[in-house]
């Protein structure tokens, strides 16, 4: 039980998995750990950290930042258009942009800052009723809308995928994302698209197996 070791064994997963291990982020999730063992983390050398909770993220932040670490936050969590604000300044990549309402919000946001602000597009693809995600149907109606933003910039696609044992349910997942994504670029954002967030401590080898180019993570680096 040590968390220098748990990230080496995910990084050593990422060479041995992926078929292209030198465009996989490991993006530690650190929503379940105080400053302290966020450090941890950071001493290890990986620096994208994600957080679901504004928050949360917002003394994160102050508290590195006084510090003088370098963090890439990530914003992985369903995002209220109302607190975009308080982050806009200086998240590097928000994972789940779900909502027309709330891309124009970023959109707007980055606009105030003069800043290009990157996120990905979270689609819903396992269909349940709890999960937070685009329809695939309704994402393509208001996709013309999306390439107009001049301070969202959208550069990839994430998935949640369900709780479940069952791997083949999970594989049948990751590889529906990887061919939106592509379908997605060919139709609409001429290959823009690069990143696919998908996969999470109980299924993220499977992710990598399918192409994922980023992978979050949180028990599996703290149990
Ligand atoms: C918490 C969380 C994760 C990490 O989950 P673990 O199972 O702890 O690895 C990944 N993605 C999102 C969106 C999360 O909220």
Request: proline share 1%; glycine share 6%.
């Amino acid at each position: 039980m040590s968390i220098k070791n748990n990230i080496e064994e995910i990084l050593r997963d990422i060479e041995n998995i992926s078929q292209y291990p030198e465009k996989v982020k490991l993006i530690a999730v650190t929503k379940y750990s105080d400053n302290s063992t966020t450090e941890i983390v950071l001493e290890a050398g990986i620096k994208n950290l994600g957080e679901n909770r504004v928050q949360l993220l917002e003394k994160k932040h102050e508290y590195f930042l006084e510090k003088k670490a370098e963090v890439n936050w990530h914003f992985i969590g369903n995002l209220q258009k109302n607190k975009v604000k308080y982050i806009a300044g200086y998240v590097k990549l928000i994972h789940s942009v779900n909502k027309f309402s709330l891309a124009e919000e970023i959109n707007k946001q980055g606009s105030k800052l003069d800043r290009v602000i990157e996120g990905l597009l979270e689609i819903n693809i396992a269909g349940e009723e709890s999960k937070e995600g685009y329809k695939l149907d309704k994402l393509i109606e208001e996709i013309p809308e999306y390439l107009k933003f001049k301070n969202l910039k959208i550069v990839g696609l994430m998935t949640m995928a369900p709780y479940t044992e069952d791997t083949e349910v999970l594989r049948t997942i990751f590889k529906k994302l990887k061919n939106i994504k592509e379908d997605l670029n060919d139709q609409y954002f001429k290959g823009e698209l690069k990143e696919l967030s998908m996969g999470m401590s109980n299924d993220y080898k499977i992710a990598l197996e399918e192409g994922a180019t980023m992978i979050r993570v949180g028990t599996k680096i703290f149990e």
